[in-house]
């Protein structure tokens, strides 16, 4: 039996882990489920599953988790301690899904007691990747990446020397707006950012893939994760969303992993490893598919991408400003305070405010100074989009 924990389990990625972890009742155990403001899936999710505990994020929501819960043996809890408890909790496996710099402290106690943890969370490794690996090789425990491109990388690297890679190519499907020119992409919509044309994803990842904002995390989280220069990762626009990564190898051999867009293979080859069970994703008929396309991101209208290698070149404590900038800048736009160009624009104004000469930057890692370069970050971003705001009032 393995016994699971699934943190973020009413997001995207937290119910298909679910579901998976539901199809093996003989070789899964569910310790804890911790999820948000949509208590009567977290208590379904629980009582079905046989959780020990299930936790929301938010303490005025207690009383009604309780209540859901009633006569079920499940235990409820509520707040961000809460959460940080329930990975405490002794598991084999850990399903890091909260999305956002919140994930960052509850994977870090997860990793804390060993075991494997299966990280989607990859905010983790942008705001601080070496304080995740270092904990992580301290307390003997394991990360698999669940991220499609990630877990792509990992298996096409298994037996492999990582001595011999030469390059890292990262693919993204250039989201809704890939043909869109610049003057339309200023004038696009939430609606329009939240419809993604291959993946299901969660609204935050999802507008994050409109901007490529997530393809710059995910170079970062290469970076971090692989331990490879970023001078060899490289991204390519794929539409088709079938190609996930190719590892190049210095022997000219380029390993590409190719599958549907579909998160249940990521998220089960984490569950599974290191063996492989049957999953329920389609298999592809590449007949079918007829044509892989790919082509060069365009830099113009995809600014993040030079952002996130722009804060790789300043190392420290950037990933942290660098993706807390990103999320005030998208809540920005959700709110309907600034455009869809204007988030990678604060992103840019941010990391200009804050360097070179701001003293947290080389503070070192340690969750106390993440969260000082995050919050510096977030109201330096609410600062950079009030001005902005002036601006084009004025
Ligand atoms: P989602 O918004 O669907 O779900 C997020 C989960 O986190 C929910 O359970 C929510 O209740 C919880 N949560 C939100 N804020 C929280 C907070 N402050 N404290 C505690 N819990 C909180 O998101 P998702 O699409 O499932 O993505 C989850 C993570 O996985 C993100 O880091 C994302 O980048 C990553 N990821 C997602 C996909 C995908 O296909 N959805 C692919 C690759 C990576
Ligand atoms: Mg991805």
Redesign the pocket.
């Known amino acids: 039996m393995r016994r699971v924990t699934v943190?973020?389990?009413?997001?995207?990625?937290?119910?298909?882990t679910l579901e998976l972890v539901a199809r093996a009742p003989d070789r899964f155990e569910v310790v804890a489920l911790?999820?948000?403001?949509?208590i009567a899936q977290?208590a379904h999710d629980a009582r079905r599953l046989g959780a020990q505990v299930a936790v929301?994020?938010h303490d005025d929501l207690l009383g009604d988790l309780r209540d859901a819960l009633a006569g079920s043996g499940v235990t409820a809890a509520a707040g961000?301690t809460a959460?940080d408890e329930a990975a405490d909790r002794p598991a084999d496996w850990t399903m890091?899904?909260?999305?956002?710099a919140?994930?960052l402290a509850?994977g870090l106690r997860a990793l804390e007691h060993g075991g494997t943890l299966a990280l989607?969370?990859?905010?983790?490794l942008v705001t601080a990747g070496p304080l995740v690996m270092q904990t992580a090789r301290r307390h003997g425990a394991r990360i698999l990446p669940?991220?499609?491109e990630h877990s792509a990388i990992y298996q096409a690297l298994a037996g492999e020397d990582i001595d011999t890679v030469e390059r890292v190519i990262i693919t993204a499907s250039g989201g809704p707006f890939r043909d869109w020119p610049l003057d339309r992409l200023r004038t696009a919509t939430v609606a329009q950012a939240s419809a993604h044309p291959n993946?299901?994803?969660?609204?935050?990842?999802?507008i994050?893939s409109a901007s490529m904002f997530?393809k710059a995390?995910e170079i970062i989280e290469t970076k971090e994760f692989f331990g490879v220069s970023p001078e060899i990762i490289e991204v390519l626009v794929h539409p088709e969303s079938l190609v996930h990564a190719l590892v190049g190898f210095n022997d000219g051999a380029l390993m590409a992993h190719v599958g549907p867009p579909d998160?249940r293979h990521?998220i089960g080859y984490a569950l599974n490893w290191p063996a492989r069970h049957d999953l329920p994703v389609a298999r592809l008929d590449l007949a079918q598919a007829g044509r892989l396309s790919f082509e060069a991101p365009d830099p113009g209208r995809f600014p993040a991408l030079r952002l996130a290698r722009e804060t790789l070149a300043r190392g420290g404590l950037a990933g942290a400003v660098f993706n807390a900038a990103k999320e005030r800048a998208l809540d920005g736009f959700l709110a309907g305070r600034i455009g869809f160009m204007q988030m990678a624009e604060t992103v840019e104004d941010v990391l200009s405010r804050i360097y070179p000469d701001n003293g947290l930057i080389d503070a070192g890692f340690s969750l106390d100074t993440v969260a000082r370069a995050d919050h510096v970050a977030r109201v330096t971003a609410d600062a950079a989009m009030a001005a902005r705001g002036a601006a084009a009032h004025s």
């Open positions: 943190l973020g389990a009413t997001g995207s990625i937290g119910q298909n911790t999820g948000g403001r949509n977290l929301t994020a961000a959460i890091s899904a909260i999305v956002g919140a994930g509850p989607a969370n990859k905010e983790s669940v991220d499609s993946w299901a994803m969660g609204q935050r990842i999802t994050d997530n995390l998160m990521a």
